[in-house]
């Protein structure tokens, strides 16, 4: 594989750099002259790719390894946030077993929400650090986040509960804050970066919407623990996967390890990467500075970010309020069971499927026809939120006022469909301007 992943970089260690070499330190490899020529002590020597056909650089990857590294990072991110929905259809049946209201109980999806909202202004940082890279951070929050779901599936009173829940959400967050980041990696701005945030997108928005559909029946026939055990599993085997196949992407800890590698090769302890050099003037005050402070300025100063943000934040409120609509319109109203009120959520997945193929389509034809003529303005990205903004108060209208038994349950799961169609437009409209405009905010642009 092109790229190394975590069970390679164990191996590596593990044999004393035996197995799973980089490619400097494989027998055969010629260094190229710039890294042996005599110089003063002194004088640093930059890393750089091997040339424009650098096989380790992420950007020249096959356009297969990359269709596989973005399908898995796709996955991993529908699991993260389809574990805040997937105990919505438990609700009832927890506040029962815990001897607490249904209000109480329903907090279990607003603190992993809250999780998972706080998360990356402490995780996602560490990534952008060359020493650390991406592939590290996902493993460890991942593999913790798999462990959590153990004791929230055995915990026996409704504090324990929700303090598992916000921590799952915790520290689901770095691949739902920096995924796009790593589409970034690996995908050319004209090359397919823009399908990969497409897809990317598309597993965020429609994550969701599959938690209910996962859990309903098991909880239906096995009670509320029941809607965490399905999210265990899979996750966990996603998490496996991730650990045997997916790569580090970041290209400066690409280059930072390489050059670890050539000082031991040369014996040269002036050879650096940009990564180390920014990584030595990085503080504990400066990276606070970074992720807490100025997010909150750019915030407070900018009317732009303080309008979107709140558009945005009101969206995935209204989002959020479909897994209390739901139960109440198709349980209450058509008197579905709690299977098949789960799986009745798969409307708004295929309502934002079909907008992904839509938008895609959008971007071939339009987008990057205008990108490669010179004539781009990044309020171009604001297009597609004029059809998404005229959809969203029409799907809500639509399922406000086709919400009652008389009318058949099929009419308002189509609105719920449309909805999510104006979310999905409406994020990649609103995400997309928001990063053209704030690149130094790249770490914090992608999160939902």
């Known amino acids: 594989m092109p790229g190394r992943t975590a069970i390679q970089d164990l191996l590596y260690f593990c044999s004393g750099r035996h197995f799973f070499r980089p490619l400097v330190e494989r027998s055969g490899f010629i260094i190229p002259e710039h890294y042996l020529k005599k110089r003063d002590e002194d004088e640093e020597i930059l890393v750089h ?27 991993l991110t529908s699991f ?83 303090v598992l829940r916000f921590l799952a959400g915790f520290l689901g967050s770095p691949v739902l804050a920096t995924g796009g980041a790593t589409m970034g990696d690996i995908w050319r701005v004209d090359g397919g970066f823009v399908i990969g945030i497409a897809f990317w997108g598309f597993s965020a928005n429609g994550g969701p919407a599959l938690g209910p559909l996962l859990s309903g029946f098991a909880v239906q026939h096995m009670g509320w623990r029941w809607s965490i055990w399905p999210l265990f599993w899979g996750i966990a085997l996603v998490w496996t996967v991730t650990f045997l196949f997916f790569p580090e992407t970041s290209a400066d800890t690409i280059l930072t390890r390489r050059a670890h590698s050539l000082r031991r090769v040369t014996k040269r302890k002036n050879i650096i990467s940009a990564g180390e050099k920014r990584d030595s003037r990085l503080t504990a005050a400066s990276l606070a500075y970074d992720t807490l402070y100025r997010p909150v300025y750019l915030t407070v100063t900018e009317p732009v970010l303080l309008f979107s943000d709140l558009y945005i934040a009101y969206l995935y409120g209204i989002l959020y ?128």
Not at 104 to 131: D, K, N, Q, R
């Open 80 to 162: 993260v946030y389809l574990g805040s929905s997937t105990v919505t259809t438990a609700i009832p049946m927890l506040a029962k077993d815990m001897h607490v209201s249904d209000t109480v109980a329903a907090l279990g999806v607003s603190l992993f929400v809250w999780g998972y909202g706080i998360g990356p202004m402490i995780l996602s940082p560490l990534t952008e650090i060359s020493f650390v890279g991406r592939l590290w951070p996902y493993i460890f929050s991942i593999g913790i986040f798999v462990i959590l779901q153990v004791p929230t599936v055995l915990v026996n009173n409704i504090g324990g509960y929700l």
């Open 321 to 448: 309020c479909f897994f209390e609509a739901f139960p109440l319109t198709f349980q209450g109203r058509h008197h579905l069971s709690v299977g098949k009120t789960g799986a009745a959520y798969i409307s708004g997945w295929i309502g934002a499927a079909i907008t992904l193929g839509l938008y895609i389509l959008y971007n071939e034809k339009v987008v990057l026809k205008r990108f490669r003529s010179g004539n781009w303005r990044p309020e171009y990205r604001m297009e597609v939120c004029f059809a998404g903004g005229v959809l969203f108060p029409i799907s809500m209208f639509w399922f406000g006022w086709t919400s009652f038994e008389s009318i058949h349950w099929i009419v308002p799961l189509l609105a719920f469909a449309m909805f999510q169609s104006a979310v999905y437009l409406l994020f990649q409209g609103f995400l997309g301007y928001i990063g053209e405009n704030f690149p130094l905010c790249m770490l914090l642009r992608f999160n939902f």
């Open 49 to 75: 790719w091997f040339g424009e056909n650098d096989p380790e650089n992420p950007l020249n990857w096959s356009f297969w390894y990359k269709t596989l590294v973005t399908f898995q990072l796709c996955i």
